[in-house]
Protein backbone atom coordinates (compact mmCIF):
# COMPACT_ATOMS: atom_id res chain seq x y z
CA UNK A 1 0.00 0.00 0.00
CA UNK A 2 1.79 1.70 -0.70
CA UNK A 3 2.96 4.13 -2.95
CA UNK A 4 2.06 5.10 -7.13
CA UNK A 5 2.14 1.66 -8.58
CA UNK A 6 1.19 -2.07 -8.40
CA UNK A 7 0.58 -5.23 -10.16
CA UNK A 8 -0.70 -7.64 -12.81
CA UNK A 9 -4.10 -8.99 -12.20
CA UNK A 10 -4.55 -11.64 -9.74
CA UNK A 11 -6.03 -15.03 -10.24
CA UNK A 12 -9.23 -15.07 -8.10
CA UNK A 13 -10.37 -16.84 -4.90
CA UNK A 14 -13.74 -17.78 -4.83
CA UNK A 15 -16.29 -15.66 -5.74
CA UNK A 16 -19.26 -14.49 -3.62
CA UNK A 17 -22.92 -14.59 -3.50
CA UNK A 18 -24.37 -12.44 -5.56
CA UNK A 19 -27.13 -9.92 -3.29
CA UNK A 20 -25.81 -6.64 -3.04
CA UNK A 21 -25.58 -6.79 1.52
CA UNK A 22 -23.63 -9.88 1.18
CA UNK A 23 -21.29 -8.20 -1.95
CA UNK A 24 -20.62 -5.64 0.66
CA UNK A 25 -20.06 -7.39 3.58
CA UNK A 26 -17.54 -9.77 1.73
CA UNK A 27 -15.56 -6.82 0.41
CA UNK A 28 -15.40 -5.97 3.55
CA UNK A 29 -13.90 -8.95 5.51
CA UNK A 30 -12.24 -10.33 2.22
CA UNK A 31 -9.56 -7.75 3.31
CA UNK A 32 -9.36 -8.14 6.86
CA UNK A 33 -10.03 -11.53 7.62
CA UNK A 34 -10.75 -13.73 4.50
CA UNK A 35 -12.15 -17.07 3.88
CA UNK A 36 -15.48 -18.50 5.54
CA UNK A 37 -15.66 -17.57 9.26
CA UNK A 38 -15.44 -13.81 8.57
CA UNK A 39 -17.31 -13.66 5.69
CA UNK A 40 -20.37 -16.30 6.40
CA UNK A 41 -19.22 -18.82 3.74
CA UNK A 42 -17.95 -22.55 4.73
CA UNK A 43 -14.89 -24.22 5.31
CA UNK A 44 -14.57 -24.59 1.10
CA UNK A 45 -13.86 -20.93 1.48
CA UNK A 46 -10.90 -20.54 3.66
CA UNK A 47 -9.30 -24.09 2.11
CA UNK A 48 -9.18 -22.18 -1.05
CA UNK A 49 -6.62 -20.50 0.26
CA UNK A 50 -3.03 -20.78 -0.93
CA UNK A 51 -1.28 -22.47 1.78
CA UNK A 52 2.61 -22.28 2.26
CA UNK A 53 5.08 -24.53 4.73
CA UNK A 54 8.01 -22.52 5.58
CA UNK A 55 9.73 -25.80 6.41
CA UNK A 56 9.37 -26.87 2.81
CA UNK A 57 12.52 -24.50 2.49
CA UNK A 58 16.28 -25.10 3.75
CA UNK A 59 18.87 -22.71 5.57
CA UNK A 60 20.94 -21.07 3.34
CA UNK A 61 23.98 -21.15 5.59
CA UNK A 62 25.45 -18.03 3.48
CA UNK A 63 22.81 -16.16 4.02
CA UNK A 64 21.90 -16.45 7.37
CA UNK A 65 25.84 -16.04 8.24
CA UNK A 66 25.28 -12.25 7.03
CA UNK A 67 22.67 -11.74 9.63
CA UNK A 68 23.42 -9.13 12.92
CA UNK A 69 24.03 -10.97 15.97
CA UNK A 70 20.96 -9.35 17.63
CA UNK A 71 18.44 -10.91 15.36
CA UNK A 72 20.38 -14.33 14.80
CA UNK A 73 20.29 -14.79 18.54
CA UNK A 74 16.92 -14.05 19.01
CA UNK A 75 15.62 -16.71 16.24
CA UNK A 76 13.08 -14.56 15.47
CA UNK A 77 12.67 -12.00 12.47
CA UNK A 78 9.90 -9.04 13.68
CA UNK A 79 7.91 -7.69 10.73
CA UNK A 80 5.19 -5.13 10.64
CA UNK A 81 2.41 -5.25 8.39
CA UNK A 82 -0.75 -3.76 7.42
CA UNK A 83 -2.86 -6.73 7.10
CA UNK A 84 -5.53 -5.11 5.31
CA UNK A 85 -4.58 -5.35 1.66
CA UNK A 86 -5.97 -8.41 -0.07
CA UNK A 87 -4.17 -10.58 -1.40
CA UNK A 88 -0.83 -9.05 -0.59
CA UNK A 89 -1.96 -8.95 3.47
CA UNK A 90 -4.82 -10.02 5.40
CA UNK A 91 -6.24 -11.98 8.10
CA UNK A 92 -7.31 -15.24 7.70
CA UNK A 93 -11.00 -16.69 9.61
CA UNK A 94 -9.88 -17.40 12.74
CA UNK A 95 -9.69 -13.39 13.02
CA UNK A 96 -5.60 -13.46 14.25
CA UNK A 97 -3.63 -15.44 11.53
CA UNK A 98 -1.79 -13.11 8.56
CA UNK A 99 -2.02 -14.14 5.04
CA UNK A 100 -1.22 -13.55 1.83
CA UNK A 101 1.85 -13.54 -0.60
CA UNK A 102 3.63 -10.81 1.37
CA UNK A 103 3.01 -13.13 3.71
CA UNK A 104 4.05 -15.99 2.27
CA UNK A 105 7.11 -14.12 1.45
CA UNK A 106 8.62 -13.09 4.33
CA UNK A 107 8.10 -16.66 6.39
CA UNK A 108 9.99 -18.43 3.01
CA UNK A 109 12.85 -15.61 3.68
CA UNK A 110 12.85 -16.54 7.51
CA UNK A 111 13.31 -19.92 6.80
CA UNK A 112 15.80 -19.32 4.25
CA UNK A 113 17.51 -17.30 7.21
CA UNK A 114 17.34 -20.08 9.73
CA UNK A 115 14.56 -17.57 11.93
CA UNK A 116 11.10 -17.92 13.30
CA UNK A 117 9.09 -15.12 11.45
CA UNK A 118 6.22 -13.49 13.59
CA UNK A 119 3.89 -10.88 11.75
CA UNK A 120 2.41 -8.14 13.70
CA UNK A 121 -0.29 -5.53 12.10
CA UNK A 122 0.68 -2.61 11.94
CA UNK A 123 -0.95 0.73 10.65
CA UNK A 124 0.73 1.33 7.10
CA UNK A 125 2.29 4.62 7.76
CA UNK A 126 3.47 3.30 10.83
CA UNK A 127 5.90 0.65 9.56
CA UNK A 128 8.91 2.36 8.33
CA UNK A 129 9.08 4.76 10.99
CA UNK A 130 9.21 1.87 13.77
CA UNK A 131 11.57 0.04 12.33
CA UNK A 132 14.95 -0.89 14.17
CA UNK A 133 12.38 -0.57 17.44
CA UNK A 134 9.48 -2.40 17.36
CA UNK A 135 10.27 -4.18 14.00
CA UNK A 136 13.35 -5.86 12.45
CA UNK A 137 11.51 -5.70 8.80
CA UNK A 138 8.39 -4.57 7.29
CA UNK A 139 6.02 -5.98 4.17
CA UNK A 140 3.33 -4.68 2.90
CA UNK A 141 3.38 -4.23 -0.43
CA UNK A 142 5.97 -1.25 -0.30
CA UNK A 143 6.41 0.17 -3.54
CA UNK A 144 9.82 1.38 -3.64
CA UNK A 145 11.01 5.15 -4.10
CA UNK A 146 13.25 7.80 -3.82
CA UNK A 147 11.34 9.18 -0.62
CA UNK A 148 11.26 5.61 0.73
CA UNK A 149 14.42 4.79 0.78
CA UNK A 150 15.82 7.93 2.31
CA UNK A 151 14.42 6.47 5.53
CA UNK A 152 14.67 2.80 5.26
CA UNK A 153 16.67 -0.23 3.24
CA UNK A 154 14.20 -1.61 0.44
CA UNK A 155 14.96 -4.96 -1.03
CA UNK A 156 13.24 -5.60 -4.13
CA UNK A 157 12.21 -9.00 -5.18
CA UNK A 158 8.69 -8.09 -7.56
CA UNK A 159 7.25 -5.96 -9.78
CA UNK A 160 3.87 -3.92 -9.65
CA UNK A 161 1.35 -1.88 -11.11
CA UNK A 162 -1.40 0.60 -10.39
CA UNK A 163 -4.75 -0.40 -11.93
CA UNK A 164 -8.47 1.29 -11.84
CA UNK A 165 -11.81 -0.44 -11.21
CA UNK A 166 -15.48 0.97 -11.70
CA UNK A 167 -18.83 -1.02 -11.70
CA UNK A 168 -19.11 -3.51 -14.29
CA UNK A 169 -20.33 -1.87 -17.19
CA UNK A 170 -18.54 0.97 -17.02
CA UNK A 171 -22.13 2.25 -16.79
CA UNK A 172 -20.96 5.84 -16.62
CA UNK A 173 -18.30 5.62 -19.32
CA UNK A 174 -15.41 6.80 -17.77
CA UNK A 175 -12.29 6.98 -19.75
CA UNK A 176 -9.06 6.29 -17.76
CA UNK A 177 -7.07 8.61 -19.20
CA UNK A 178 -9.74 11.90 -17.23
CA UNK A 179 -10.66 11.19 -13.63
CA UNK A 180 -11.61 14.82 -13.21
CA UNK A 181 -14.80 15.84 -11.80
CA UNK A 182 -14.98 11.65 -10.41
CA UNK A 183 -15.07 10.04 -7.20
CA UNK A 184 -12.36 8.08 -6.73
CA UNK A 185 -11.76 5.72 -3.86
CA UNK A 186 -8.10 5.13 -2.36
CA UNK A 187 -6.48 3.28 0.95
CA UNK A 188 -4.99 6.18 3.34
CA UNK A 189 -1.01 6.17 2.72
CA UNK A 190 -0.88 4.31 -0.91
CA UNK A 191 0.92 5.81 -3.55
CA UNK A 192 -2.22 5.71 -5.24
CA UNK A 193 -3.42 7.93 -2.82
CA UNK A 194 -1.06 10.44 -3.16
CA UNK A 195 -0.99 9.87 -7.12
CA UNK A 196 -4.67 11.07 -7.20
CA UNK A 197 -4.01 14.47 -4.96
CA UNK A 198 -1.62 15.08 -8.14
CA UNK A 199 -3.77 14.24 -10.69
CA UNK A 200 -6.68 16.26 -9.14
CA UNK A 201 -4.41 19.11 -9.16
CA UNK A 202 -3.63 19.23 -12.07
CA UNK A 203 -7.73 19.17 -13.22
CA UNK A 204 -8.34 22.19 -11.38
CA UNK A 205 -4.72 23.42 -13.21
CA UNK A 206 -6.48 22.63 -16.50
CA UNK A 207 -9.62 24.33 -15.43
CA UNK A 208 -11.30 21.62 -14.95
CA UNK A 209 -13.46 19.99 -11.86
CA UNK A 210 -11.19 18.13 -9.04
CA UNK A 211 -11.36 14.80 -8.34
CA UNK A 212 -13.72 14.28 -4.75
CA UNK A 213 -11.12 11.50 -3.57
CA UNK A 214 -12.67 9.32 -0.73
CA UNK A 215 -10.10 7.91 1.28
CA UNK A 216 -10.27 5.21 3.79
CA UNK A 217 -7.79 3.44 6.36
CA UNK A 218 -8.49 0.00 4.63
CA UNK A 219 -8.85 -1.44 1.12
CA UNK A 220 -11.59 -3.19 2.09
CA UNK A 221 -13.73 -0.07 2.44
CA UNK A 222 -12.33 1.31 -0.73
CA UNK A 223 -13.98 -2.00 -2.43
CA UNK A 224 -17.05 -1.69 -0.16
CA UNK A 225 -17.47 2.08 -1.42
CA UNK A 226 -17.10 1.26 -5.20
CA UNK A 227 -19.39 -1.71 -5.02
CA UNK A 228 -22.03 0.44 -2.97
CA UNK A 229 -22.19 3.12 -5.52
CA UNK A 230 -20.48 5.81 -3.24
CA UNK A 231 -17.66 5.98 -5.87
CA UNK A 232 -17.08 5.94 -9.46
CA UNK A 233 -13.66 4.70 -10.03
CA UNK A 234 -11.59 2.70 -7.29
CA UNK A 235 -7.33 2.70 -7.65
CA UNK A 236 -5.35 0.04 -6.07
CA UNK A 237 -2.87 -2.32 -6.94
CA UNK A 238 -3.80 -4.13 -9.94
CA UNK A 239 -3.45 -7.09 -7.49
CA UNK A 240 -6.03 -5.76 -5.42
CA UNK A 241 -8.09 -5.15 -7.76
CA UNK A 242 -8.00 -8.06 -9.66
CA UNK A 243 -8.62 -9.85 -6.59
CA UNK A 244 -12.12 -7.46 -5.38
CA UNK A 245 -13.09 -8.30 -9.11
CA UNK A 246 -13.45 -11.85 -8.06
CA UNK A 247 -14.49 -11.19 -4.66
CA UNK A 248 -17.17 -9.75 -5.75
CA UNK A 249 -18.80 -12.03 -7.96
CA UNK A 250 -18.01 -9.60 -11.10
CA UNK A 251 -19.35 -6.51 -9.59
CA UNK A 252 -16.77 -4.40 -10.68
CA UNK A 253 -13.66 -4.65 -13.62
CA UNK A 254 -11.06 -3.42 -14.47
CA UNK A 255 -10.57 -0.31 -16.39
CA UNK A 256 -8.13 0.10 -18.82
CA UNK A 257 -4.47 -1.60 -18.18
CA UNK A 258 -2.04 -2.15 -15.42
CA UNK A 259 0.14 1.23 -15.67
CA UNK A 260 3.02 2.43 -13.49
CA UNK A 261 5.00 -0.97 -12.84
CA UNK A 262 7.46 -1.06 -10.14
CA UNK A 263 9.39 -2.53 -8.00
CA UNK A 264 8.14 -3.33 -4.04
CA UNK A 265 10.22 -4.60 -1.38
CA UNK A 266 10.69 -5.74 1.99
CA UNK A 267 11.84 -2.68 3.99
CA UNK A 268 14.45 -2.88 6.99
CA UNK A 269 15.96 0.41 9.33
CA UNK A 270 18.26 2.53 7.07
CA UNK A 271 20.88 2.01 9.70
CA UNK A 272 20.43 -1.99 9.42
CA UNK A 273 22.22 -2.88 6.54
CA UNK A 274 23.64 -6.51 7.99
CA UNK A 275 19.86 -7.56 8.27
CA UNK A 276 19.41 -5.65 4.42
CA UNK A 277 22.39 -7.50 3.12
CA UNK A 278 21.01 -10.72 4.98
CA UNK A 279 17.45 -10.35 3.30
CA UNK A 280 18.60 -9.76 -0.06
CA UNK A 281 20.95 -13.14 0.53
CA UNK A 282 17.65 -14.70 1.34
CA UNK A 283 15.62 -13.09 -1.70
CA UNK A 284 18.33 -14.16 -3.95
CA UNK A 285 18.66 -17.60 -2.48
CA UNK A 286 14.98 -18.06 -3.05
CA UNK A 287 14.29 -16.60 -6.72
CA UNK A 288 17.61 -18.73 -7.69
CA UNK A 289 15.64 -22.25 -6.73
CA UNK A 290 12.78 -20.80 -7.96
CA UNK A 291 10.80 -20.73 -4.44
CA UNK A 292 9.58 -17.15 -4.88
CA UNK A 293 8.04 -17.58 -8.32
CA UNK A 294 6.37 -20.75 -6.98
CA UNK A 295 5.36 -18.78 -3.96
CA UNK A 296 3.65 -15.87 -5.79
CA UNK A 297 2.29 -18.24 -8.25
CA UNK A 298 -0.20 -19.52 -5.90
CA UNK A 299 -2.03 -16.62 -5.33
CA UNK A 300 -1.47 -15.71 -9.25
CA UNK A 301 1.07 -13.36 -9.40
CA UNK A 302 4.19 -15.51 -10.25
CA UNK A 303 5.09 -13.19 -13.45
CA UNK A 304 5.36 -10.76 -10.66
CA UNK A 305 8.74 -12.13 -9.63
CA UNK A 306 11.82 -10.17 -10.21
CA UNK A 307 15.37 -12.19 -10.65
CA UNK A 308 17.57 -10.24 -8.54
CA UNK A 309 17.05 -8.74 -5.23
CA UNK A 310 18.36 -5.55 -5.09
CA UNK A 311 19.50 -2.99 -1.84
CA UNK A 312 17.80 0.43 -3.00
CA UNK A 313 17.50 0.11 -6.46
CA UNK A 314 17.22 2.11 -9.21
CA UNK A 315 13.78 3.41 -9.89
CA UNK A 316 12.50 6.19 -12.19
Known sequence: M?????????AGLVAL????ALVLTACTDASQQSGSGATGGSEETSSALPSFDPSSVEVNEEAAA???????????LTVGSNTEYAPAEFIADDGRTPVGFDIDVIHAVGATLGLDVEVQSADFPAIIPALGTKYDAGISSFTITEERMQESNMISFLNAGSAYAVASGNPDDIDPESLCGLTVTVQTGTIQDEDIAVQS??????????????????QADATTNLVGGKAQVMYADSPVVGYAVEQTGGKIEQ???VFDSAPQGIVVAKEDTELAAAIQAALQSLMDDGTLTEVLDAWGSGDAALDTAEINPSVG
Open 17 to 20: TATS
Open 2 to 10: RTTSRKLPL
Open 255 to 257: LGD
Open 66 to 76: LLPEDVASAGT
Open 201 to 218: SECEAAGEEPIDVLRYDN
